[in-house]
């Protein structure tokens, strides 16, 4: 992994309120991943896998920045990071949105800039 | 990470280096940033700048510690703020270690933290001496309380709203005083107009004074912080002051120049907001009383939606850290004598009917109108001191209001790339809530709308500036 991206998803998944980061391929796969526990997370990765190409088909026909899912115990982010990955973001529902989603912003840029 | 900001010319530019980190682990972070820093320091520092996001609340001084350990002869000076910005970054998680050096500059940084707001801006005040230069002073303009602290706090306002219920104008004042009183003598709201006077009047008019007023859009409890020479004064107030010729301070704000008298200004304000309702208002000091005789949320309420919280709920957001406090409705008041405005936002941030606030409004008139800002400020607006920069080496400290995430969101990263097209260099910026100021007259560039007093300047929104050192 290139080390610009590892740097970008090491210092995403230090942020607060953030549980977990992956960055997934367009078909689902799963490039990289920082969570602390995989197992405890793995109902949500599997529909997030699901769910993948479904975000990225509104994403690009609506012309949106970034979806955005609201479950009881979690807030999911999805952010196109390039034309062939999208980096998922799994946040606590307390976590600040505004001032998280700047830096998910932000590691988004980082990767694109990254995988280019 | 690291970034060091260097010049060419050594002579008369404040240097500075930055530190950023943002792991979890308080240990961990400020452990790389004082190894970063000791790899790549090249100068003997004279300033220690020091900035962190909520998420090493409860930490503050553990890290201090660390930082004091290693730094400890120099003055520091910082606060906890939402967000950061150094080169082409813009960072809304973590901490942040500025280390500048500048020989022709005295430098010193001083703190008072007593019981009552106004008495701990007394006692700075009192110590303070500044021939030339620039203050920049450091304080909440809101500070939340602990919990016990913070149930007296929701248990008087309760009572005073109470008391306030079914009683003559006079009566009702004489409780929103009591209330004020209360308020100041617990630090909980910091009036920065009333703040940054004490400071002007101690260094005769002549010295500019900027009030960094600290104010975190998701509030914790016991929060924001103040840091002094590696102490975390939590709910104190610190005084940097820079003495040196020629310190640049570039002040502005996101509204258009006011009117020559208050109708003028009324105009200008209606095209700038969207007037939604003008009420009659009753209010002593810093307190609202009621909006067309109804407490104030309640008579906002039939022209925008606003949503309740109760007690506890308010109780567990700040728990969590999650009671936001950005509002887009405002109160904008008029004091038709010195054709001035104030606004303030408004939404049920508390459980009991009285709306205390952190300004004085005594002389503020009252006719009040409910508005909102109309879609067409801009992004750049919330960064206009930078693009009046004097000589962009020179060490640059600016600010810019958070309340431009709240209104543009991720876009405000965007930022980044104009911010370092304007300062290129040797320069830090902070989010945080919008600063106030006091300007002696050299300073004010046009007639900005946030004149609040005589030169002295502030605003619910959209106020920033920039110190060229």
Redo the contacts between chains.
Sequence with gaps: MAPDLKKALDELYETDGIEACILYRIDGTPIALRTPDRRTLMDIMQWMENEIKYVMGHIERDRLEDVIFTFKEHKIAFHPSSKSTVLATILNPDAHQQLTSLEISRASTKIKEAII | MIFTNSSEDQTLKMKSIVSFS???NPKEASKEVIEDIRKRLNFEPDLALFYA???YNGNYQEILDRFGEEFGDLPQVGASI??MIYEE??????MALVLCHDPEARINVKGASVKGALKTADKLADKMSCKEGAIILHFPIVHVPGFRDGFEFYARGAYYSQRCKGKEVEAQKEYADKFSRYCDKNNIFYPAPTILNKFAVKTNYEIPIIGINVLH??MKVDSPNIFCNFKDIQGGIAALTIEKEDINIIYDDIFSNKGTNIEETRNIVGNEFKVLKEFDAVFEKNVLISLDGKPPVEAVESFVHISKNGEGEIVEKFE???FEVWSPYFLIFFDDRSNRIFHVGIRAFYPFELFPFFVDISSFSEKVWLARLRAFTKLSDFISPLYTLEERERFKLFTIDVGS??AF??R??RLKKEINNLAKENYFGILTAPISAYLPPKYQRRAYMSEIEESTFFSSAGTSSCIEI
């Excluded at chain 2, 970054?89 to 973590?94: F, K």
């Design positions: 943002n792991k979890r996001t909520q998420k939402d967000g970054d813009i960072r809304t998680d973590g859009t998701q969590k850290g999650s995430i709240s969101g991720e405000t990263y």
